[in-house]
């Protein structure tokens, strides 16, 4: 878990560039890439962090939307 809440999640995805050979069916995906994944109100919100993950105790995530 995250320091301050949330959870870090580690993803593949799609640019959204229709050319992009992650968009074809079954095409490689970008990443992978951290998310910090937090829930407020009942919604979950991901925010990304980049190609490290961050080091424990050296980044929190902002301030809350």
């Given at each position: 878990p995250a320091r301050g809440?949330?959870?870090?999640?580690l993803q593949k995805?799609?640019?959204g560039k229709s050319t992009c050979r992650?968009?074809?069916a079954g095409g490689e995906?970008?990443?992978?890439y951290w998310y910090l994944f937090t829930k407020k109100d009942g919604k979950t919100k991901s925010k990304y962090v980049g190609k490290e993950r961050?080091?424990?105790g050296l980044q929190r995530?902002?301030?809350?939307?």
């Amino acid at each position: 878990p995250a320091r301050g809440g949330g959870s870090y999640v580690l993803q593949k995805v799609r640019c959204g560039k229709s050319t992009c050979r992650c968009a074809r069916a079954g095409g490689e995906l970008h990443g992978p890439y951290w998310y910090l994944f937090t829930k407020k109100d009942g919604k979950t919100k991901s925010k990304y962090v980049g190609k490290e993950r961050p080091e424990k105790g050296l980044q929190r995530p902002g301030p809350p939307l």
